[in-house]
Nanobody, 123 residues
């Protein structure tokens, strides 16, 4: 079992930055691939970024490539999402997820989910 708790969301102006954190409980954190997804009102949950268990392999949605960076610290059981050059269309609830599959892009590949943290980008 893995429990995930996100933090770091908030209100920021367009062009600003935020860093989201996702703290995981459980000794097997380093066994899991970690992903970030987001869901805006009235829209489906979408993939944002993912990291392999080692952090060597990373994947990003086209919409965030070059602006967002995923990283993880297995010693701290934490995964991060650094978000730069934020745009109003980045406004959503952001979720972290853990899974053993390397099908990073699909929400179905993840077994555990956090409760989400709101990110609001004003224009």
């Amino acid at each position: 079992q893995v429990q995930l708790v996100e933090s770091g969301g908030g209100l920021v102006q367009a062009g600003g930055s935020l860093r989201l954190s996702c703290a995981a409980s459980g000794r097997s954190f380093r066994s899991y691939a970690m992903g970030w997804f987001r869901q805006a009102p009235g829209k489906e949950r979408e993939f944002v970024a993912a990291s392999s268990w080692s952090g060597v392999n990373r994947a990003y949605a086209d919409s965030v490539t070059g602006r967002f960076t995923i990283s993880r610290d297995n010693a701290k059981n934490t995964v991060y999402l650094q978000m730069n050059s934020l745009k109003p269309e980045d406004t959503a609830v952001y979720y972290c997820a853990a899974g053993v599959s390397n099908n990073y892009y699909s929400a179905l590949a993840y077994d555990y989910w956090g409760q989400g943290t709101q990110v609001t980008v004003s224009s």
